[in-house]
């Protein structure tokens, strides 16, 4: 058995940590492709430096009002020493009043000094506060479509349930690619990225303003109606069916592939789920009914 030496050792270490990506470089991929845990640590990040920020102007406004209280007292110490001693020479007067000249333009200086660097703090909480902003949006948007994602649907179903008139009236419609996996390996990422963006627009002109609709998964998308019932669902989900059927043909060299890309669809009512979490999953319980028999490719919970 071959025994390392304690330098070896250290010197096997420090090539392994050399070879394991550092979190600088991991923060920098995570922002790059908008993963949302890297995002949230942005903002926070963004955050904390306003705040450390705000507290430094907060320091350097103290320390001008200061500046202005020991000018005030040395403008009354003058003062009383003036009409106290009428005795005191030209030259004493005109001592104090250069005293009081030298205090006044340290006063002056170091405001317009803070004035100065309150304009640059300015425009760096702005370039934060944009910057916070993008790392919000970033979270909640799914980085191929630009259609919200999951936490994005998460929050406006949470939304939904916590409104006065609660959620009823509400259809949640879940849509998968069937094979798309198949497809990206087949055809590549490229191509199946540009299916999905072909798909999200293909679902932007089939709802309508105050309809909600989010890619939640690789091959998965789902859209949230407002004042429909389950006829009404159905029926919007057969069209958007028989849309993605008749207009979404790729390209093939494949004589047995046909080139069209389908889809499966489960529809469920809000009220037949008292909870977010609920009418989720009753949606997807009707999306595995429709994927496991393709000759029905829209399914409804509970009928």
Do not use: W
Not at 295 to 302: E, I, L, S, T, Y
Request: hydrophobic share 40%.
């Amino acid at each position: 058995m071959t025994v390392l030496s304690r330098s070896k050792l250290h010197a096997f270490d420090d090539r392994k940590r050399r070879r394991q990506p550092q979190q600088p470089m991991l923060d920098e991929l995570g922002l790059k492709y908008r993963l949302v845990g890297h995002c949230g640590l942005a903002g926070e990040t963004s955050r904390n430096e306003a705040s450390r920020m705000l507290r430094e102007v907060a320091e350097r406004l103290a320390e001008g009002l200061e500046h202005r209280h020991a000018f005030a007292r040395a403008c009354g110490t003058i003062l009383k020493s003036v009409s106290g001693n009428n005795d005191q020479s030209l030259a004493a007067f005109l001592g104090e009043i250069d005293y009081l000249t030298a205090s006044l333009t340290t006063v002056l200086s170091a405001e317009m000094e803070i004035g100065a660097r309150l304009q640059d703090d300015i425009k760096t909480l702005e370039t934060l506060e944009r910057g916070i902003s993008a790392m919000q949006s970033a979270a909640v948007a799914d980085r191929i479509t630009g259609l919200p994602n999951r936490v994005a649907l998460n929050r406006t179903m949470a939304d939904l349930y916590e409104r006065e008139e609660g959620a009823a009236g509400s259809a949640l419609i879940m849509v998968d690619i069937d094979n798309f996996t198949d497809l990206n390996d087949r055809y590549g990422t490229q191509t199946g990225n540009k299916l999905l963006k072909k798909l999200a627009g293909l679902f932007r002109k089939s709802v309508k303003k105050n309809d909600f609709i989010a890619r939640t998964e690789a091959d998965e998308f789902a859209l949230l109606f407002s004042n429909v019932g389950m006829q009404d669902a159905i029926t919007i989900a057969e069209r958007l069916r028989a849309s993605v059927e008749d207009n979404l043909v790729f390209a093939t060299s494949d004589k047995a592939d046909p080139g069209r890309l389908t889809i499966s669809i489960g529809v469920a009512l809000s009220t037949d789920a008292a909870t977010p979490g609920q009418l989720q999953a009753n949606a997807r319980v009707a999306l595995l009914a429709a994927q496991s028999n393709p000759r029905q490719p829209v399914q409804a919970f509970g009928r």
